[in-house]
């Protein structure tokens, strides 16, 4: 694992944190809550269209593919792994939905895509769960193969639906639910019942003990690898969910169309306060942290600024956000090492 | 023989090197040729440069995921500073101060990164992947997404010179091989950088200063990066705010190859030699045989995982891991 940080020298964290002022480490425990405030209210202040319900939906509508990408991986990095695949898969899925939809209709098309992206997953999950691979390596390794595979199923080619007013597939990416839209709902309910899954099951439990501490959660019998393999099944899932609002979305599909969604869709879980550690985090604060990713970007846009101003607040924002959280679980700003 | 037969088994890769070597020499009669060998080496040397550094962090026990967007910068930066109208009277060396200015926003883009990993402890995996969006949009900002192109010829001449027999640009890629091997085998900072990744915990109890080790190799991956953006920009004659996207993602995939651990603690530059030019000798030799770039994308990813599961094998024995 990668985000190994190695213990610091000399420093009983433990200690530290319980002596650690209250202010801290309430600021630690709901950060990222207080941040979300604060950017609301900034931009609230600076544009007059931004905290209006319209422009609020298109937000959450607009952040929702990144949602429910991240929420899967939440749950694969809660495992104490990491899901750099989940980009090139969105492009897999999306490409096969759309291009399946025309030759056997929308419902098997969602059906043959989602068990498509589940053998993805399975692949990640046998990978890293049964042989105990590096997952980082063992997902950009399967980035790479999966942008190739799409690259052979679509011939290069773009592909997109050809009657796109007679489909009842267009629900998911353009249609409302009790006036709210689609996508919303796909991505707030896909958050609750994961959520649920999370705190509330034993299996739930079972994934922060893997991440926690794995050689305990095997002394504890816990089939570790069984777990981690369920995970990239969810993170997968999610990718299929999200492949499914995005090729309704836009009737069609580019073939690179996940390109570089790995990267937003983890800078959204990190700002959620997930650790890349394992063992720590939470799925509605990954919501949370996707939404600020989205508010940035909304609120920076309809204040004038280039889109990709967007880019480098963001850089600021998960930087400050993570150092944050780490000095207050440390106790003090600055790291200790010399 | 019996030492060549140790050393192989100790670069694996090179085996690899050696296998796709004979075969594409067998199998392609455009292939086995001096001048496709120094088009190789010049394909190389992009990712390769990228490589080098990217080494000696993840020896460190570090990432940096930021290099594609720093390639990006520096290369914008030399193409756009050398058309200012300040420099018009400098002739051909207006290019030395675009490169200079290249060059050292890397070097300040590496010292920062390295600066934030240090003192705020945070994870160097997180602060680069803040930085490999943030540096972008620096990039997008300075360019206004605009292209610039090199109005003097010499600049996009020297990517095409050679030193002799060899091409200008892939006798710098070895000569920085060979710097940086030197640096990381026979100096003291080498040493250490090779300490600190194996365990921090007993290096600091050593005596030795992990923050500063840390940071002088994220200026180095950050030199490197910028290099490669200067190399590849002479190649252009041009330079595009997308340029080195998922750079970073080759060159991790490169110096894995060549056997340096995620960890940290151990790899040599001769491995990472041997993963940069096993890329590159099978993106040509497939490209020569007319194979879909896609199925290139699908063999490296297949590769790289063979050869972490091929190294996880062969260490475990022993070891006597927990099965579970």
């Not at chain 1, 298109?58 to 899967?72: L, P």
């Not at chain 2, 920062?112 to 997180?126: H, M, P, Q």
Request: aromatic share 10%; charged share 10%; hydrophobic share 55%.
């Amino acid at each position: 694992m990668v985000a190994e940080t190695k213990p610091e020298a000399g420093r009983p964290a433990r200690i530290r944190r319980r002596t650690g002022s209250n202010a801290m480490s309430v600021f630690a425990k709901q950060g990222i809550l207080i941040a979300f405030a604060l950017f609301i209210v900034g931009f609230a202040i600076f544009s007059d269209r931004f905290l209006s319900a319209e422009n609020l939906m298109t937000v959450i509508r607009q952040s929702a593919i990144i949602g429910v990408m991240a929420i899967g991986v939440t749950v694969v990095v809660i495992g104490g792994n990491l899901d750099l695949s989940v980009g090139s898969m969105l492009s897999f899925s999306t490409v096969l939905v759309v291009d399946l939809h025309d030759q056997m209709g929308p419902g098997l098309a969602i059906l043959v895509m989602l068990a498509a992206t589940l053998c993805l997953g399975a692949v990640n999950g046998l990978l890293v769960g049964y042989a105990r691979l590096n997952s980082l390596i063992v997902t950009l390794g399967m980035l790479s193969a999966i942008q190739g595979l799409v690259l052979i199923y679509s011939g290069g080619q773009n592909v997109d639906i050809v009657n796109q007013e007679s489909t009842w597939f267009a629900i998911f990416g353009r249609g409302y639910v009790f006036g709210i839209a689609t996508p919303i709902v796909i991505f707030l309910v896909f958050a609750l019942l994961v959520h649920v899954l999370m705190s509330s099951t034993a299996f739930g439990r079972r994934v922060y003990a893997v991440g926690g501490n794995p050689t305990a959660a095997v002394f504890s019998g816990i089939r570790r690898s069984r777990v981690v393999f369920t995970t990239y099944l969810i993170s997968a899932f999610a990718t299929g969910c999200a492949a499914v609002i995005l090729g309704s979305r836009v009737m069609g599909s580019q073939n690179n169309v996940g390109q570089g969604y790995e990267l937003l869709v983890l800078a959204g879980v990190i700002l959620g306060g997930t650790s890349l550690l394992g063992g720590s985090g939470n799925v509605l604060k990954t919501v949370v942290g996707v939404l600020i990713l989205g508010f940035i970007q909304n609120g920076l846009l309809l204040m004038g600024f280039a889109y990709y101003v967007q880019w480098l607040v963001t850089w600021i924002v998960i930087i400050l956000a993570v150092w944050l959280d780490v000095a207050a679980k440390r106790g003090r700003l600055f790291s200790p090492i010399a | 023989m019996n030492n060549a037969l140790t050393w192989l088994l100790r670069n694996p890769i090179w085996g690899f090197v050696l296998l796709i070597f004979v075969f594409f020499s067998v199998s392609n009669e455009f292939f086995f040729d001096p001048q496709n060998f120094k088009n190789i080496l010049v394909q190389t040397s992009t990712i390769g440069l990228i490589a080098l550094g990217m080494t000696l962090v993840m020896i460190n026990g570090n990432i940096d995921l930021s290099v594609g967007a720093t390639l990006a910068l520096a290369a914008s930066l030399a193409i756009d500073i050398q058309g200012w109208e300040v420099f018009a009277s400098w002739g051909s060396w207006a290019i030395l101060p675009g490169v200079l200015a290249g060059l050292l926003s890397g070097v300040l883009l590496g010292a920062l990164n390295g600066f934030i990993v240090w003192k705020t402890g945070v994870d160097a995996f997180i602060v680069t992947l803040g930085a490999m969006l943030g540096v972008r949009g620096l990039v997008f900002i300075y360019t206004q997404e605009q292209s610039f192109f090199a109005m003097n010829f010499a600049y996009s001449d020297f990517g095409a010179s050679s030193v002799g027999p060899l091409p200008t640009l892939a006798v710098l890629f070895l000569l920085f091989a060979l710097i940086t091997h030197l640096l990381l085998s026979r100096t003291v900072h080498g040493r250490n950088t090779y300490a600190v990744g194996g365990n921090r915990e007993a290096a600091v109890n050593a005596g030795i200063r992990v923050g500063p080790h840390m940071l002088i190799n994220f200026v180095i991956v950050g030199f490197f990066a910028a290099l490669a953006g200067i190399t590849l920009s002479t190649q252009m004659g041009a330079s595009t705010p997308n340029l080195g996207r998922e750079y970073e993602l080759w060159t991790i995939t490169a110096v894995v190859l060549g056997g340096t651990k995620l960890s940290g603690g151990s790899g040599t530059i001769i491995g990472t030699l041997g993963g940069v030019l096993a890329i590159g000798i099978l993106r040509n030799g497939m490209n020569l045989m007319q194979v879909p770039a896609f199925y290139v994308l699908v063999i490296l990813g297949t590769i790289l995982i063979a050869v972490l599961f091929l190294d996880k094998q062969l260490t475990r024995r022993g070891k006597g891991e927990l099965r579970t």
